[in-house]
């Protein structure tokens, strides 16, 4: 009998695991420098989508913008994807993927969001008009060249996102570029389409999708790979957002805007990184997923250098009984009692890929149970193998596999469970997965996580899945239509940048500014009412995002409030430095009386001399209580007995002044 327990004695899988993450000379973001980029090749390119702020979805006349409860649904569509050959007699991979999961679709609809254009049973309307001329004039801000003609097209989703299988699309313009601090980025192309459903939940074979985003007019702007590192690939996302949201004419709030992010290194593939929600995701996840492929690479140079024919490599599997083993662990258990059916898999030359590095937390295993998830359709956790850090096959489970594999002193074992219907695309999965892996790193579309690490989604599209919409004619733009959108143009995001930079705003509010649309709002104030920019700037960059994060927003809040608040104090001439603590008050209670906002701070009002009189009897005071006397320690004290009556009525600046000329006197 083959003696296994005695080979794996000396295989340590937590000591590969740090290994290999070595010999991929992986290094946390915060340590890596553009060298550590460079040296293995990061490139990476944006896919950035936001939906438009319209009253109509984008080709027919339901309501934008409603949402509902995914328990509030008043029918259900239920349908199932399958391929069809193309007119070129091939079938799409993504669509073979797709058809391979056996996916039952369903899709919850509710009256007042949804017709009968979004299950395909009625042509479109003609385009948003409104959508159009947004999408028109984002274009302008981005330097695009716009088309002479806008032709819809189709372009196909095959992962039941959209219930007809294809999503209507158009470009608007081309060969543009944004400004960043270092450098000038390429755009490709920006387009005004279709979003897509939003998913409850995917579970087994089942997949459950909501339709109220369905429809909802959203432009895509497409970069070329510029970036060369991740802090880019964050700027370049950060401008074309606070681009969009400067023409106030964007939705803003979770999912309104989401990006892709394409990364490649030197020697792998691109790999699109789907739906990122937060662009402070972004530099974790760009840097992990290029290590990821970097670490995909030298698993292929170690395959092929075992494998002189690699593409004569096969695996080989037996299936098992529950009742041969001892079972202890629980999803086994439960897998047993379900009567499901167990196999064995035995991959020659894999010992040591198993647990080779990828990400953070994350090995090869991962990649392959990855897949089992999508494409098998078998629940997590649905695979164990002989590289756990935790062993749970145990040496005699392994006395009774290897010999039944005819398994050798190189390879790796790994045992799945599920479904006996699912069991061919598993072991099918299986195979391809490994297989791919002595040709690198497979194109696919990647599920982002917080942490920056990722999961497989789906094979990536082929560039055949666009094609003419025979259902819309061709839209002209004449010049006289593009010169008049351009008359309403805000100013670009690089010159309010340096306008703020100007004005002395602290650079630490640029972000929450841009990403609020806030520009306006100081320009405008600042100018009418003869505020300091700069003391507007950093109350609102600062004091407005500190009261956001700390307090429940009250119904009808909005941004001019802030500006009423403003007038307010200077009409009754009082101090500006007021409205830090009156702004909490107005942000959680937006309808409440300026006058009541004042009583519940318990401000009183005093004059100038009611509070200078007071600082001859405070200087006795100290005199009195303090033994160590200093003129600085002395006007400190006086300053704090005082300012919370100043605060409001007189300036703390000026306070400061008149207190230390009588300590003086």
């Known amino acids: 009998m083959y003696n296994y327990q005695k080979m794996e004695n000396h295989f340590d899988p937590r000591a590969n695991y740090e290994k290999t993450k070595k010999e991929v000379s992986y290094v946390p973001r915060k340590e890596a420098t553009q060298k550590t980029y460079d040296d293995i090749g990061f490139m990476s390119g944006l896919e950035v989508h936001q939906q438009l702020l319209t009253d109509k979805k984008l080709f027919c006349n339901c309501p934008a913008g409603r949402f509902h409860d995914s328990d509030d649904y008043d029918a259900e569509v239920i349908r199932h994807m399958r391929p069809t050959l193309s007119e070129l007699g091939e079938y799409d991979g993504t669509a073979l993927m797709e058809f391979k999961t056996r996916k039952e679709i369903v899709y919850r609809l509710k009256h007042q969001t949804t017709c009968t254009y979004e299950v395909d049973d009625t042509p479109p309307f003609p385009i948003n008009r409104q959508a159009l001329d947004i999408a028109i004039e984002i274009s302008l801000l981005s330097k695009l060249n716009i088309v002479g003609e806008v032709h819809i097209t189709r372009k196909q989703y095959l992962d039941g996102s959209i219930p007809t299988g294809f999503q209507r699309t158009a470009i608007i313009g081309v060969e543009g570029e944004i400004p960043l601090k270092n450098k000038n980025v390429r755009l490709i192309q920006l387009s005004i389409e279709e979003d897509s459903c939003r998913e409850i939940s995917d579970i087994g074979h089942t997949r459950v999708y909501k339709t109220d985003r369905l429809g909802m007019p959203l432009i895509e702007t497409v970069t070329y790979p510029d970036m060369v590192n991740p802090d880019e690939v964050m700027e370049a996302c950060n401008y074309i957002r606070f681009l969009n949201r400067s023409t106030g004419k964007v939705r803003v709030g979770m999912g309104a805007g989401r990006e892709d992010v394409n990364v490649s290194c030197k020697g792998g593939t691109r790999v699109e990184i789907k739906g990122v929600a937060h662009t402070k995701w972004i530099p974790e996840l760009t840097h992990n997923e290029c290590f990821r492929q970097w670490a995909l690479l030298k698993i292929r140079e170690k395959l092929q250098s075992k494998f002189a024919d690699y593409k004569a490599w096969e695996m080989s599997h037996g299936f098992l009984d529950f009742d041969m083993f001892e079972i202890t662990y629980e999803p086994l258990k439960v897998a047993k009692d379900s009567g499901e059916k167990l196999v064995a898999v035995n991959l020659p030359g894999f010992k040591g890929i198993m647990s080779h590095f990828t990400q953070p937390g994350k090995m090869f295993a991962d990649e392959i149970s990855d897949r089992l998830k999508v494409v098998a359709c078998l629940e997590k956790p649905n695979l164990l193998h002989t590289e756990q850090f935790e062993p749970i096959i145990t040496d005699l489970d392994l006395d009774i596999i290897a010999p039944m594999l005819n398994a050798g002193p190189d390879d790796a074992q790994l045992i799945v469970w599920g479904p006996e219907e699912d069991m061919k695309t598993a072991l099918e999965t299986i195979e391809e997965r490994c297989k791919m892996a002595f040709e690198g790193v497979p194109e696919e579309t990647r599920k982002s996580f917080e ?206 002044q008149v207190v230390k000329q009588k300590i003086s006197e």
């Open 451 to 656: 942490n920056g690490t990722t999961i497989f989604e789906r094979v990536l599209p082929g560039a055949d899945r666009m094609y003419p919409d025979t259902d819309s004619a061709p839209i002209p733009l004449t010049n006289e239509v593009i010169d008049e959108l351009s008359k309403g143009l805000p100013t670009d995001v690089v010159a309010r940048y340096n306008q703020l930079k100007e004005w002395g705003v602290a650079e630490s509010t640029y972000n929450y500014i841009f990403k609020r649309n806030l520009f306006p709002i100081i320009d405008t104030i600042s100018k009418k009412h003869k505020i300091s920019p700069k003391w507007l700037g950093n109350f609102i960059g600062h004091r407005m995002k500190w009261v956001e994060g700390h307090f429940e927003k009250g119904e009808g809040f909005n941004y001019e409030i802030i500006e009423d608040l403003l007038v307010f104090l200077k009409k009754k001439n009082y101090n500006l430095k007021l409205a830090y603590k009156m702004l909490p008050v107005l942000y959680h209670y937006p309808k409440m009386e300026l006058e009541s906002v004042l009583t519940s701070i318990k401000f009183k009002e005093r004059q100038q001399d009611e509070i200078t009189e007071k600082i001859d009897f405070l200087s006795e005071k100290f005199s009195s209580i303090c033994y160590s006397d200093s003129t600085e320690n002395r006007i400190d004290w006086i300053m704090g007995q005082l300012s919370r009556m100043a605060y409001g009525n007189m300036g703390l600046e000026n306070l400061y």
